[in-house]
Every structure is written in C-alpha cells, then in structure tokens.
C-alpha cells in the first residue's frame, strides 16, 4: 500500500549539528509539519524496501497479505477460568477457503538451527495456540494453518517462512491450555 506508506512516513532528513540554533528550529519545523506521522531514518526506509521485495517475490505470503487484516486485536473470555483475554494477530487471511494466521517476527541470525532455537527459547509455539484459540473464538474455528515469517535486522535484509504443522499447532494449544489451568 504505496499511498498509505507516504501518507504514514516521512523520512527524516540531516538536520546537522544540533547545537546550531538554525538546525534546530529546521528540525522543529520538521517535526510540526509531519505531526502524526511516523518519522524514519533512511537506514530504516532501506530496510522495509528490501523487506516489501522479499514478500512480493514469495506469491503465498503476497497472497496473503492481499487478502488478509493486519494487526488484528481481539477479545474473548477463556471457558474454563473464565479470564478476560486479549490477543494481537499480525496477519489473519483466508485463501482458498483455508484460514492462516502469521506472526511476524525480527532476528539477527536467520539460520536454520537459530529460529528452530528461537522458536523454543521465546515459546513461540505456546504464543501460536494462544491467537489461535482467540481467532478460533472469533471465527469459530481455529486457523488451519499458523505461521512465522522471520525477518533478518540487518543487511541484506533476507527472510524465511516457517509454517507450522498440525501437531505443532497442536502442541501450542495444549500448552496455553496448560498455562491457563494454573492460574
């Protein structure tokens, strides 16, 4: 969405040595003209250009951006503590009839062996079957298929796609469950 991205972003430009009372007042300029809009380095511009041509070159992800709702939050009430929860869906689409839900997540190191890692060490897993089980209290049905798409911080800015299978779906819905017995 090129028209939202400019209408959202600016770039900030060098405003040089601040300690000039010049460059200041530039930069206050700057700054109240573009009130309400989300001010980026050019290093951070280069970052999400290379990102945007990853997720055009792979055609499920376009997909599914295409026909999906970004950053969806939702709540639902857990039926057996009868907590009030609330969940953050980075990407909930539907193609083809199936339902897909995919978080995206940022890392230094995009080797195999570093997000298998990850993906245990930060409970990502347990973190999936929580937004499922909220997405299937909203949808009436879990996503049938869950993911992660892991975007590397530095240059040349590459990414990978993990899509989960059932049982590790399955795993992660088990252990929320787990975790919301206990309380």
Known sequence: EPQVFRSSYIVAPDF?????PTNRKTKQLFLEDNEGRIII???QLDMICRYSERIAKNST????MKNGMNEIA???TD???LLKCKFKADLISHLNGESF???FKT?????????????KNFSYATQLGFTAEGIKNIEGVYPKYCGWVFLGTT???EMKCYFAEAPTIDYGIHKYRKNMDLL
């Open 16 to 20: 040089g040595d601040l300690r000039s």
């Open 41 to 43: 380095t050019d290093e």
């Open 61 to 64: 992800l376009t997909n599914l």
């Open 74 to 76: 939702g709540f639902y």
């Open 79 to 81: 039926e057996k503590t």
């Open 101 to 103: 839900y995919v978080d």
């Open 107 to 119: 890392t230094n190191n995009l080797s195999d062996w570093s997000i298998r890692n990850t993906i």
């Open 155 to 157: 240059a040349p800015f």
